[in-house]
């Protein structure tokens, strides 16, 4: 394909505006993953902080849904397809103003193949999604930053500019503190002029300020998001089957060309062959490489999610889109890396959605009631929809019959399904939702429980367990209730055939009351004297 240079805001307008075509469509048609349903739950009920995560992919949810007034997954998601279009401008930015606008294209091409930034953030509703948007504005002020420090162009609004942006990042995700950490690690060795002026303060002021609340938070609940992400990666036992499985995610979710790429582009910047100013490089590669290997470290001795160190391989994008333009000299054509990359993330899609859509490759060969769908994690993102419906009827059925109440809510012992059933099935029917286990399978849905009045004794509640995780609730309850008894099957159907199934139970006369935040804080503060 040849690329003329007076051709390429043409060609980046149609970029933009095909990809938020593509991800407006998708973010509509398909169903919420685990994850993603959960952070609703964030918008629904906003806080300084949460349990899991920053309150920022909560804030974004209520600023595009308009506060839940439209709370369909489109809007839910919006935040995801506008920020992942803003955010391909950025990285194209970045790259023109790093070496020309050709580089800037590439940026944005690599950025839009990788399945992270396309998918996760760009049409999944997650902390990722706030994330790039500020981790990508930082990255650029700081760029122009460095450029513009030692002539005579004005330059302290864009280190206070970073401090703003790595402050959003930090509200987002704590993994937004690796701005700082790589700021500090370029001035510390490269650079100190920053040091001696007093915008860098300025910058830093505002970062510790914008956290606050997060930390004020924690504060109350005595640091138990900090706890929990430190339990995650914690471990003193080597697992290299972690470690490879870390490395095989990254591989996959910042897409294999991508991946390689950044392999090589990372030896080349080390042995000085990228033609491009130092303090860029530099800059770069001190934000990226920190993130990279620490949780490269961390999947040594525990599981760890590739989507943790993404960003990284995000910045890495910008030095390769360097290293193609090196090669690129004297040729208009793009880079058949660039070409591979594309082609690779629209067969990924095509494959993904219709598998979620149609289950054409068989992933699962259970054939019991029980567990059928067991090995088909595709189907965390099907069948809840049908369910709302399904449900609706037989609850309405059970109620005529005078086997439940219509006030009776649901109940279950973690965070998904929790939320899943809260989203497609309660939210619907009006009906209560509560979180009824220990606090870290809970997550916020112990606050929620707060929120939503507690428990009572003399309760009725459904609970709905679906062949993938099967739970028998005579097991988990048996304690709390005075009446647990299956009543009924709903068969969640795809293409016809039978895809997993939800078994319904009705828990009677709620017999003892379960602790509450409170009892729970107040045995942590117990415990720590």
């Known amino acids: 394909m040849s690329i003329k240079e007076q051709n390429i805001n043409k060609i980046m307008v149609w ?11 998708l973010s509509a048609w398909m169903e919420f993953g685990n994850d993603e349903v959960y952070y609703w739950t964030y918008a629904l009920y906003p806080d300084w902080s949460h349990f899991d995560h920053p309150p920022m992919v909560g804030r974004v949810i209520q600023l595009f849904s308009l506060n839940l007034l439209f709370d369909s997954e489109f809007f839910i998601r919006l935040a995801s397809v506008v920020f992942m279009t803003a955010n391909t401008y950025i990285i194209y930015r970045i790259g023109k103003d790093i070496k020309d606008a050709r580089t800037g294209l590439y940026a944005a091409l690599l950025y839009t193949a990788s399945i992270y930034a396309f998918v996760i953030t760009g049409i999944f509703i997650m902390p990722d999604t706030p ?54 690690l370029y001035i510390l060795i490269f650079d100190r002029k920053p040091l001696k002026t007093w915008a860098f303060y300025c910058a830093l002021f505002v970062s510790i300020n914008l956290v606050l609340p997060i930390l004020k938070w924690n504060l109350q609940y005595d640091f138990i998001s900090f706890s929990f992400h430190g339990a995650r990666v914690g471990g003193n036992k080597l697992n290299f089957s972690t470690f490879c499985t870390e490395l095989a995610g990254e591989f996959l979710y910042n897409n294999p060309f991508n991946f390689v790429l950044a392999i090589i ?135 005529a019959e005078g086997v439940m109440k219509s006030e009776d809510g649901i109940v279950a012992n973690q965070w998904f399904p929790l939320a899943n059933l809260d989203y497609y099935v309660a939210r619907p029917l009006g009906m209560r939702v509560m979180g009824l286990g220990w606090p870290e399978f809970l ?77 729970f804080m107040a045995q942590s503060a117990a415990g720590d004297r």
Not at 136 to 160: C, G, N, P
Not at 505 to 515: E, F, I, N, S
Request: hydrophobic content about 45%; aromatic content about 14%; some cysteine.
């Open 443 to 519: 997550h916020k849905y112990l606050w929620i429980n707060d929120e939503r009045g507690g428990f009572h004794l003399g309760e009725n509640y459904w609970f709905l367990s679906d062949s993938r995780y099967m739970k028998d609730p005579k097991e988990t309850y048996q304690w709390y209730f005075k009446e647990i008894k299956q009543v009924g099957m709903i068969e969640i159907e795809r293409c016809g055939k039978p895809a997993k199934n939800f078994f319904v139970y009705t828990c009677k006369d709620l017999l003892v009351a379960p602790p509450t935040l409170q009892d």
């Open 131 to 184: 994330l790039m948007w500020f981790w990508l504005l930082a990255i650029w002020m700081a760029v122009i930053y460095f450029k513009r420090l030692h002539t005579q162009q004005h330059s302290d609004s864009y280190i206070i500019l970073f401090g703003t942006f790595s402050g959003l990042a930090m509200l987002s995700k704590y993994s937004g503190v690796f701005l700082w950490v790589g700021m500090m």
């Open 265 to 399: 582009t990372v030896i080349a910047a080390f042995k000085k062959k990228l033609n491009i100013e130092k303090s860029a490089q530099r800059l770069i590669m001190c934000i990226a490489l920190p993130l990279i290997l620490v949780f490269l470290v961390f999947s040594l001795t525990r599981p760890t999610l590739p989507h943790w160190n993404a960003p990284g391989y995000v910045s890495i994008i910008l030095l390769s889109a360097v290293y193609l333009r090196d090669r690129q000299v004297n040729s208009g054509q793009l880079p058949k890396s660039v070409m591979a990359a594309l082609a690779l993330l629209v067969v990924v899609l095509v494959i993904g959605v219709a598998e979620i859509k149609t289950g054409f490759i068989p992933l699962d060969k259970h054939t019991e009631p029980e567990q059928l769908g067991r090995d088909d994690f595709t189907l965390d993102m099907y069948g809840w929809r049908q369910l709302g419906e399904k449900f609706a009827d037989f609850r309405e059925q059970k109620i």
């Open 15 to 25: 970029l933009l505006a095909i990809s938020a075509v593509v991800r407006g469509v």
